[in-house]
């Protein structure tokens, strides 16, 4: 093993194909041919002394060595990134890559980008938008520096905190016997077709903590990971929506569709969510105090 002879342009290298899971697509990312990346990986492979990724066909996967190496690299790349913004005349510096949950990423993290891009000098930031188990899963995988999520991360060890408050609401289409403006108990939504998000998503684990255990009869009519696509099954008929006021407010101010008032209020975090020990350039501490401040 030669670790003295590791250079950040391996590190680099490693970091784009454990991001992308394969050569191509790393050397697209770093403008580089793939014989160069497969060179420098190797190098790096074999001054470890050991491989990095199970190779499955054309997709590569990190190995044990590889998931050691990860927190690793990306700290080295991380403190670099800071020590060329600090001495190349800049405050902060660095590309943010960013996660959010479908309901945050669609409608609160384009305002906070807007709110916030303007005061830093930066890159575009990397933006991912997905259901939160597989954000919780980036972030463990060092993919994501900050993600905002809407539900719990099934026991991922990360830190988390509340940012923000959102209500979800029982929608139904125009004409629907519950769309009479009167308040509702639960228990009258009992028999009702239901479309929902997928099983992953933070607003499904919503309805499964808050709802079902309410209903006595409920029917899953279609599963969609879009809000808008739930919206216009409601709108049409397939069934009641369970989602955030974000998400409907659009439609509920057009009458596409209609809120169902309930006896009880869903409230719930919309949280931050970071890796622990993971360092934290100026730019993302920046960023997250900003977070922290602003009321949207």
């Known amino acids: 093993m030669n670790i003295t002879g590791i250079t950040l342009r391996q590190l680099r290298v490693f970091d784009a194909v454990a991001r992308h899971?394969?050569?191509?697509?790393?050397?697209?990312?770093?403008?580089?041919?793939?014989?160069?990346?497969?060179v420098a990986l190797k190098e790096l492979e074999a001054q470890l002394g050991s491989p990095?990724?199970?190779?499955?066909?054309?997709?590569?996967?990190?190995?044990?060595?590889?998931?050691?190496?990860?927190?690793?690299?990306?700290?080295?790349?991380?403190?670099?990134?800071?020590?060329?913004a600090v001495f190349g005349g800049e405050t902060l510096g660095g590309q943010l890559r960013i996660?959010?949950?479908?309901?945050i990423g669609n409608h609160l993290l384009?305002?906070?980008?807007?709110?916030?891009?303007?005061?830093?000098?930066?890159?575009?930031?990397?933006?991912?938008?997905?259901?939160?188990?597989?954000?919780a899963a980036m972030l463990a995988?060092?993919?994501?520096?900050?993600?905002?999520?809407?539900?719990?991360?099934?026991?991922?060890?990360?830190?988390?905190?509340?940012?923000?408050?959102?209500?979800?609401?029982?929608i139904a289409a125009p004409g629907h016997r519950l769309a009479d403006g009167k308040t509702h108990a639960t228990a009258n939504l009992s028999g009702e077709r239901w479309i929902l998000r997928e099983p992953d998503s933070g607003t499904r684990e919503q309805f499964a903590r808050r709802l079902e255990p309410e209903l006595a009869r409920w029917t899953l009519g279609v599963e969609f990971n879009s809000n808008e696509a739930i919206v216009s099954g409601v709108a049409a008929g397939l069934g009641?929506?369970?989602?955030?006021?974000?998400?409907?407010?659009?439609?509920?101010?057009?009458?596409?569709?209609?809120?169902?008032?309930?006896?009880?209020?869903?409230?719930r975090s919309l949280?931050?969510?970071?890796?622990?020990?993971?360092?934290?350039?100026?730019?993302?501490?920046?960023?997250?105090?900003?977070?922290?401040?602003?009321e949207g």
């Open 21 to 38: 899971g394969s050569l191509t697509v790393a050397a697209r990312d770093l403008f580089v041919t793939k014989a160069a990346v497969s």
């Open 52 to 84: 990095l990724f199970d190779r499955t066909g054309n997709r590569l996967r990190l190995n044990a060595c590889g998931v050691q190496l990860r927190p690793l690299a990306d700290d080295v790349l991380s403190r670099m990134a800071t020590i060329e």
């Open 99 to 103: 996660g959010a949950s479908v309901t």
């Open 110 to 135: 384009p305002r906070l980008l807007a709110a916030y891009v303007g005061r830093v000098a930066m890159p575009p930031p990397a933006i991912a938008i997905a259901n939160t188990t597989r954000l």
């Open 141 to 170: 995988r060092y993919d994501l520096d900050v993600a905002f999520i809407e539900g719990s991360t099934h026991g991922a060890a990360l830190d988390v905190e509340p940012l923000w408050r959102d209500r979800i609401q029982v």
């Open 240 to 267: 009641l929506g369970f989602l955030s006021e974000l998400a409907v407010a659009d439609a509920v101010a057009t009458g596409r569709v209609a809120v169902v008032p309930l006896d009880t209020v869903h409230d």
């Open 271 to 294: 949280d931050v969510a970071t890796v622990p020990g993971k360092f934290q350039s100026p730019l993302l501490r920046d960023f997250l105090g900003f977070c922290r401040e602003w």
